[in-house]
T-cell receptor, first 113, second 113 residues
């Protein structure tokens, strides 16, 4: 069964450092998302990406965040200067088309110290 | 904007008892609705989805959900709880326009032996 793959599974970084979270989508999927889940809280939307550009983003997705799909496969989330409050589980999700099932990766647990 | 409400952040049931997890959405136009399950330290797995076909939707692991437009609800049920059902359950909605998923705050299900 096709799956979304995220790397790394766990990353520890110092406050102020840049991190890049990677996602390999399912091959025929066209819509890509990042969500995050702070421990014990709800899953929050960060950004959606289609046709090589951001289609929607939330208030959380400020100038410290960026996404790209540089090589047509990996879909990355970059946090330029991490803060303690960025510690969370980050999920990548992909869809073949709108209003269909979203396939989620296993998540990357980011810990900022 | 779309919102999803899950009543009860924690639900405990005895093994073999009925499971009922509640979800209400806010939208004048019924969205597409989903239930996801999250086992500890894992990603989100789709249980079932409603896409305006049958109002009673059957999913994996014996779960089902009924869409009730008059109540703007999409409650998840399972006739007989199993120990392996213990997990976090998220209701999600995707509007008919746009491509963002809106998640509820989640319900943690505990199954008591």
């Amino acid at each position: 069964e096709p799956e979304v793959t995220q790397t790394p599974s766990h990353q520890v970084t110092q406050m102020g450092q840049e991190v890049i979270l990677r996602c390999v989508p399912i091959s025929n999927h066209l819509y890509f998302y990042w969500y995050r889940q702070i421990l014990g809280q709800k899953v929050e939307f960060l950004v959606s990406f289609y046709n090589n550009e951001i289609s929607e983003k939330s208030e959380i997705f400020d100038d410290q965040f960026s996404v790209e799909r540089p090589d047509g496969s990996n879909f990355t989330l970059k946090i330029r200067s991490t803060k303690l409050e960025d510690s969370a589980m980050y999920f990548c999700a992909t869809l073949r088309k709108v209003n269909t099932e979203a396939f989620f990766g296993q998540g990357t647990r980011l810990t900022v110290v | 904007a779309q919102s999803v409400t899950q009543l009860g952040s924690h639900v405990s049931v005895s093994e073999g008892a009925l499971v009922l997890l509640r979800c209400n959405y806010s939208s004048s136009v019924p969205p597409y609705l989903f239930w996801y399950v999250q086992y500890p330290n894992q990603g989100l797995q789709l249980l079932l989805k409603y896409t305006s076909a049958a109002t009673l939707v059957k999913g994996i692991n014996g779960f089902e959900a009924e869409f009730k437009k008059s109540e703007t609800s999409f409650h998840l049920t399972k006739p007989s709880a199993h120990m392996s059902d213990a997990a976090e359950y998220f209701c999600a909605a995707a509007p008919n326009t746009g491509n963002q998923f809106y998640f509820g705050t989640g319900t943690s299900l505990t199954v008591i032996p």
